[in-house]
C-alpha cells in the first residue's frame, strides 16, 4: 500500500509565479491536510479538506494561497504570485476516517519550495 | 486554545545513554498526543500516539512515552540511543473537538554521539 506521495519534491518558482503542489493521500484515505515548514521550525497546520469539501482552512494566508480536493485526482495546494516569504517545506497528511480518536495522519515526504 | 512546548532544540547524547525529549503542551479539553520523527529531507513519521487507555504508550524503534495529565506532559524516552536516532522530533496534540489540525512543537534535533 503506498504511502502518501507528493509532487514535485522540489520546485523553483521566480517571485510572481505561481507554484502547483499536489498531493496523493494513502488508498482509502479521504481526508487531506496541508501544513507548512519554514526553515528551523514546526510545522504549521494550513489547510482540512474532504473530498470536494474545504472543512477548517483557519491557518491559510487570506490572499494568494487556495486549496482543493476534488472527487477525482490528487489535492492540489496552489500559491498565486510567489513571494520570497513562501519559501518552504510543504507537507501533506492523509486520514482514514474511523473514528476520532484512531484518525491518524500519515505524512507525504514534502515539497520544498525555493522562491528565487 | 492548544499549544505545545518543546524544552531543548537541540539534545546531544552518547550512544547507548537514555533519551528524554521533554514535551508539555496545553490544551483546554482532554488531548489526543502524537511523537513524530522527521529524518533530513523526508516527511514525518508516526512513532507513536496517545489517545485513552494506558498512559504508558509504547512505539517503534524502541521509544515510549509517557501522558502525565497532572503535569500535562508527554515526555519520550529510550533506553539505549542508536547513532540511527538522530533525527528531529516533533511533538504534537490533537483536541477532541471535531477540529482536526494537528498543532506541533517546534521540534527537537536529537545528536547521538559515537
Known amino acids: 500500500n503506498a504511502g502518501v506521495m507528493q509532487n514535485p519534491r522540489h520546485l523553483v518558482r521566480r517571485r510572481g509565479q505561481e507554484a502547483r503542489l499536489r498531493c496523493s493521500p494513502m488508498?482509502?484515505?479521504?481526508?487531506v491536510y496541508w501544513y507548512r515548514q519554514l526553515p528551523e521550525e514546526g510545522l504549521k497546520f494550513m489547510v482540512y479538506?474532504?473530498?470536494?469539501?474545504?472543512?477548517?482552512e483557519s491557518g491559510m494566508p487570506k490572499e494568494r494561497f487556495s486549496a482543493e480536493f476534488p472527487k477525482e485526482g490528487p489535492s492540489i495546494l496552489r500559491i498565486q504570485q510567489v513571494v520570497r516569504g513562501d519559501s518552504a517545506a510543504y507537507f501533506c497528511a492523509s486520514s482514514q476516517r474511523t473514528g476520532f480518536g484512531t484518525d491518524t495522519q500519515y505524512f507525504g515526504p514534502g515539497t520544498r519550495l525555493t522562491v528565487l | 486554545a492548544q499549544s505545545v512546548t518543546q524544552l531543548g532544540s537541540h539534545v546531544s547524547v552518547s550512544e547507548g545513554a537514555l533519551v528524554l525529549l521533554r514535551c508539555n503542551y496545553s490544551?483546554?479539553?482532554?488531548?489526543?498526543l502524537f511523537w513524530y520523527v522527521q529524518y533530513p529531507n523526508q516527511g514525518l513519521q508516526l512513532l507513536l500516539k496517545?489517545?485513552?487507555?494506558?498512559?504508558l504508550v509504547k512505539g517503534i524503534n524502541g521509544f515510549e512515552a509517557e501522558f502525565k495529565k497532572s503535569e500535562t506532559s508527554f515526555h519520550l524516552t529510550k533506553p539505549s540511543a542508536h547513532m540511527s536516532d538522530a533525527a528531529e522530533y516533533f511533538c504534537?496534540?490533537?483536541?477532541?473537538?471535531?477540529?482536526?489540525?494537528?498543532?506541533f512543537g517546534s521540534g527537537t534535533r536529537l545528536q547521538v554521539q559515537p
Open positions: 504534537a496534540v490533537c483536541e477532541d473537538t471535531g477540529r482536526r489540525a494537528l498543532t
Open positions: 488508498k482509502g484515505h479521504s481526508h
Open positions: 490544551s483546554s479539553v482532554p488531548p489526543y
Open positions: 496517545y489517545t485513552t487507555g494506558a498512559t
Open positions: 479538506l474532504q473530498k470536494e469539501n474545504i472543512i477548517d
